[in-house]
């Protein structure tokens, strides 16, 4: 009997259990059979309803938009559309970018940046860090005599007036054909054992701080050096930071990451992209917020390849439709002010003018610009062209020569003194859908778009947990 009753409290222990982790995290929509629960929907409502955002949506609206978007991811994975290389692709690629960083270790980036600075305390050699500059006159490989004689003079030149007292890095600045260290009044940088040329560094290694040396021959020329200062080597801890900001700068967490992963896939007889899909779900299982960001990722790119292929493309290159759609609804395209579509046309002379002005007439008004290229503008620019549609008020020369506005005082360019124009006045609104292509084009996709919500709506069952809504960051 105590058994019995033993058996009965374990079970209800379960099912109390069970009970609290859904109700902690309750279902709020059901999509073609898949749950939603309330942390995702969380997770999207208030990634996209921020303080910054403009055109914030109650949770109520955001519901509807939220199952659209689903539906939608749901055609994608029905249509096979997360099985395509490049979706996989670009997925992993946007998801190891989030993953590769928690995979470094602290201990691991510390021994890079200790690893980098005993680097530099060994190519040190046991040297202190200088600081030089110079005054430089370079001498070609294959100078001549006469050539030789005119550099060795200047720089000659150069010391006498530094031993007459002149600045070194005024001279520096004025003489030296170094120009990238000639404006630093000939400072170079700070520098160790073996990053300059070897008759440079042994002579500023025997060299006192502010000690200028006479003129030196090198291998590309002639020097006139200055120790500006010299220094040991910092302190780790010192130099710590910055070593492992530069170290980051150059990918060091991505290197380490790498390593990593590559340790694991040799230890356990794994691919790289094996090793990766296991740390992102083992790190997504203890990171919610991870875990999210990674599925707006998967089901993002599924989001636009669908709409891509199945809406947007498809309206935008339906030329007969969007033709149509404009005229539907031509009205909602009207112009508070008079437009003018066509080209400003700006010529070296009159006459060059009149014939660009002739040749376009009756031409298609898409292949302008290739014409105007091609017989006055081929070997040198004869004309400026300008074509787009010109509201009224946009620009004076066109307002003058379309509209009969006086434009006052307009600035004509000298080289091009002969203005015209070329096209249509558009008092109204516009004659052609390509007037006002981008705006139709938009207008169109979004009803593509309605329709095809609709038709996935017909086709997958839709479910919304109003209670569980009800609670959405109320809890």
């Known amino acids: 009997m105590k058994r019995f009753t033993f058996l009965l409290s374990f079970i209800f222990y379960l099912l109390s259990q069970t009970s609290f982790a859904q109700s902690a995290d309750p279902i709020v ?32 609206e955001y519901v509807e938009l939220f199952v659209n978007y689903k539906l939608k991811v749901e055609a994608a994975l029905d249509a096979r559309l997360d099985t395509l290389t490049s979706y996989q692709q670009e997925f992993r690629t946007y998801r190891d970018q989030q993953i590769r960083p928690l995979l470094v270790s602290p201990a691991a980036e510390e021994q890079e940046v200790v690893n980098y600075y005993n680097q530099m305390l060994a190519q040190l050699e046991g040297k202190d860090l200088l600081l030089p500059a110079h005054v430089f006159v370079h001498v070609q490989q294959q100078a001549t005599p006469e050539q030789q004689a005119a550099a060795k003079a200047r ?9 007459a007292g002149e600045d070194f890095a005024e001279l520096a600045m004025k003489t030296s054909d170094d120009k990238g260290t000639a404006q630093r009044g000939g400072v170079i940088s700070w520098i160790g054992p073996k990053q300059l040329l070897k008759e440079l560094e042994d002579a500023l290694y025997a060299m006192e701080v502010g000690e200028v040396r006479s003129p030196l021959l090198s291998t590309v020329g002639w020097h006139i050096l200055k120790l500006m200062d010299k220094k040991p080597l910092e302190p780790y801890d010192t130099l710590a930071p910055r070593i492992r900001a530069f170290l980051e700068q150059r990918g060091m967490k991505d290197r ?13 007889g794994k691919t790289m992209e094996q090793v990766m899909d296991e740390e992102a779900e083992r790190l997504s299982a203890q990171d919610d917020e991870l875990k999210y960001l990674i599925k707006e990722y998967h089901d993002g790119l599924l989001f636009y390849e669908i709409c891509q292929r199945q809406v947007w ?24 002010k008079p437009h003018y ?30 014409i105007v290229k091609a017989q006055f503008n081929k070997d040198s620019v004869q004309v400026r062209f300008d074509r787009r549609i010109f509201v009224q008020g946009e620009n004076a020369l066109v307002d003058s020569l379309a509209f009969g506005v006086k434009a006052g005082k307009t600035r004509i360019n000298k080289k091009y003194p002969a203005v015209g124009i070329c096209g249509r006045k558009l008092k109204k609104g516009p004659q052609r859908w390509t007037d006002v292509a981008a705006q139709v084009v938009t207008d169109y996709q979004a009803v593509k778009e309605q329709e095809f919500v609709e038709e996935l709506r017909r086709r997958y069952n839709v479910e919304v947990f109003q209670d569980a809504i009800n609670t959405v960051n109320q809890h």
């Not at 498809?314 to 909602?332: G, I, M, R, V």
């Open 155 to 163: 720089i000659d030149s150069v010391y006498t007036c530094l031993q």
């Open 29 to 60: 929509m059901r999509i073609n059979g898949k749950d939603v629960p309330r942390s995702e929907f969380e997770y999207n409502y208030n990634k996209n309803n921020t303080d910054g955002v403009i055109d914030k949506k109650t949770v109520e």
């Open 313 to 336: 493309e498809p309206a935008s290159k339906d030329t007969f439709a969007l033709e149509s759609y404009f005229k539907q609804n031509k009205k909602a395209y009207a112009f508070e």
């Open 256 to 268: 380490i990451a790498n390593t990593f992963v590559d340790s694991l896939a040799k230890r356990d």
């Open 341 to 370: 579509a066509g080209a400003l046309l700006q010529a070296i002379n009159p006459d060059v003018l009149k014939q660009v002005q002739k040749t376009l007439k009756g031409k298609d008004e898409d292949h302008w610009a290739e």
